[in-house]
């Protein structure tokens, strides 16, 4: 059984920095692509950023603004964001996700393409 399992969200100050990991059991995430997603209340889930298998490439959205950093740890089956000047803008439940295709040729930023996702973990920011 695949399971992805996110932590590290809270509540945080406008500001400050929040470091969300995502375990996978049941997977080895190092041949899949793998990304992060985020869904605030009353809006549609959104990609947030991913990294390919290889790690070889990394792609944000553009709302993150050189404010977040993936980054991954095949060894461990581990995904990591690293998330800093944050705002009320990022409140939001995050999920963690791997892609469908095992050593996608290009790094796929739609939630379509992705197959197993995390329950989520919430991100409050107060301002």
């Known amino acids: 059984q695949v399971q992805l399992v996110e932590s590290g969200g809270g509540l945080v100050q406008a500001g400050g920095s929040v470091r969300l990991a995502c375990a996978a059991s049941?997977?080895?995430?190092?041949?899949?692509?793998v990304g992060w997603f985020r869904q605030a209340p009353g809006k549609e889930r959104e990609f947030v950023s991913a990294?390919?298998?290889?790690?070889?490439?990394?792609r944000y959205a553009d709302f993150v603004k050189d404010r977040f950093t993936i980054s991954r740890d095949n060894a461990k089956n581990l995904l990591f964001l690293q998330m800093n000047s944050l705002t009320p803008d990022d409140t939001a439940v995050y999920f963690c996700?791997?892609?469908?295709?095992?050593?996608?040729?290009?790094?796929?930023?739609?939630?379509?393409?992705?197959?197993?996702w995390g329950q989520g973990t919430q991100v409050t920011v107060s301002s």
């Open positions: 049941g997977i080895s995430l190092s041949t899949y692509t």
């Open positions: 990294v390919t298998w290889s790690g070889g490439t990394v």
């Open positions: 996700a791997s892609d469908k295709t095992s050593r996608r040729s290009y790094l796929a930023t739609g939630s379509s393409e992705y197959r197993y």
